[in-house]
């Protein structure tokens, strides 16, 4: 959710071109993001909600560091929600999109941007098509920031900042009004270096999956759009 523009960007990932459900793909999606809508800002604030495995992790935030340290961003803060306050601009969007496509009839990923594309508020970025095409890159981030420094007690904190006057260090707190604390994440000039990691490409369903979307799923769908969602398996189903 973007707030300046009052926008919600949507990313739309095709099962066959997903490489990853954990860190990596978050960052990617969010380093797309910053490339194609920060406008020129670098003074950002984002905030999150507090899933360990995908937001609230070391390699998101050395990704933030990284960016503050080759100059993409001058400063970074970064919010997690507490407990019993889950609810922000997001879940917003995801409603109206819930609302469009329950009286939708939705077939394609070109479909659902079309269908996105009815309302003011929803931007659909697609990741890939049906044919196996990569549109956005999933990059090896964890790979790439993996002899950086880490955050201690990282589940603890709610708020983390990074700013270009004091490079490779993170300021956290506990909570908005806890007192600050410095903790060293790296100074790695191989690490930080502009360079975006080794790109991950997909290796497509695995055989079981075919076989399972061919025999369970493509019954219901379009009849137009059975071979491009739920095509025969590339081996037999069976072999003798």
């Known amino acids: 959710m973007f707030e300046p523009m009052c926008k919600m960007i949507i990313y739309i990932i095709r099962e066959a071109v997903l490489v990853s459900k954990g860190s990596n793909i978050v960052i990617s999606l969010l380093h797309h993001f910053f490339t194609k809508y920060a406008l020129g800002v670098t003074k950002m604030v984002l905030n999150a909600d507090n899933c360990v495995g995908q937001n ?10 990284w960016r503050i340290a080759n100059s993409l961003s001058s400063h970074i803060e970064l919010a997690f929600m507490v407990a019993g306050h889950t609810k922000f601009g997001p879940d917003y969007g995801f409603g109206v999109f819930k609302r469009l496509y ?21 931007i659909p970025e697609a990741t890939g098509t049906e044919l196996g095409d990569v549109l956005i890159l999933c990059y090896d ?6 002899s950086l420094g880490k955050i201690v007690g990282i589940k603890q904190f709610h708020h983390f900042a990074f700013d270009s006057s004091n490079s490779g260090v993170c300021l956290v707190r506990e909570y908005a009004t806890s007192p600050v604390t410095e903790m ?22 695995s055989q079981a999956r075919q076989e399972y979307l061919f025999t369970r799923i493509r019954q219901y769908i379009a009849e137009n759009f059975k071979d491009r969602l739920c095509p025969a398996p590339t081996t037999p189903l069976w072999t003798f």
């Open 184 to 205: 060293t994440v790296g100074r790695d000039d191989d690490e930080l270096s502009p360079d975006l990691p080794v790109a991950i490409m997909p290796t497509g369903l």
């Open 102 to 122: 329950r009286h939708c009839e939705v077939n394609s990923i070109e479909k659902v941007c079309n269908m996105m594309d009815q309302s003011k508020l929803l």
């Open 141 to 146: 981030w964890q790979s790439k920031f993996s």
């Open 56 to 65: 609230k992790n070391n390699t998101v935030l050395q990704y933030l560091m």
